[in-house]
């Protein structure tokens, strides 16, 4: 079973940046392509960030220019570099895997809170 574990979230101001960061156990992320998401409050959970095993990637407009995405399958460790936040940018961001392209596998961790506001 994989598990992943999310950390680097807090608080930033607006125009500041955070680097998030998702740990893999039990599994080797360099089989799947890996994503991020996240959830504002009281709105549905949605896809930010995908990068392909062989590291394309693919972002939610909403974040393209700001958000990069990267990969270290020797740290099992998958990145997500968000620069120029945004109060908009505020909730709890996940990362998942995909075998097919489009199809989430697993159960969720649990999430890392990231808050923009002055």
């Known amino acids: 079973q994989v598990q992943f574990v999310e950390s680097g979230g807090g608080w930033v101001q607006p125009g500041g940046s955070l680097r998030l960061s998702c740990a893999a156990s039990g599994s080797a992320i360099s089989t799947y392509h890996m994503t991020w998401y996240r959830q504002a409050p009281g709105k549905q959970r949605g896809l930010v960030a995908r990068i392909t095993r062989i590291g394309t990637t693919n972002y939610a407009d909403s974040v393209k220019g700001r958000f990069t995405i990267s990969r270290d399958n020797a740290q099992n460790t998958v990145f997500l570099q968000m620069d120029n936040l945004k109060p908009e940018d505020t909730a709890v961001y996940y990362c998942?895997?995909?075998?097919?392209?489009?199809?989430?596998?697993?159960?969720w961790g649990q999430g890392t809170q990231v808050t923009v506001s002055s």
């Open positions: 998942a895997r995909e075998f097919q392209l489009g199809i989430r596998l697993g159960d």
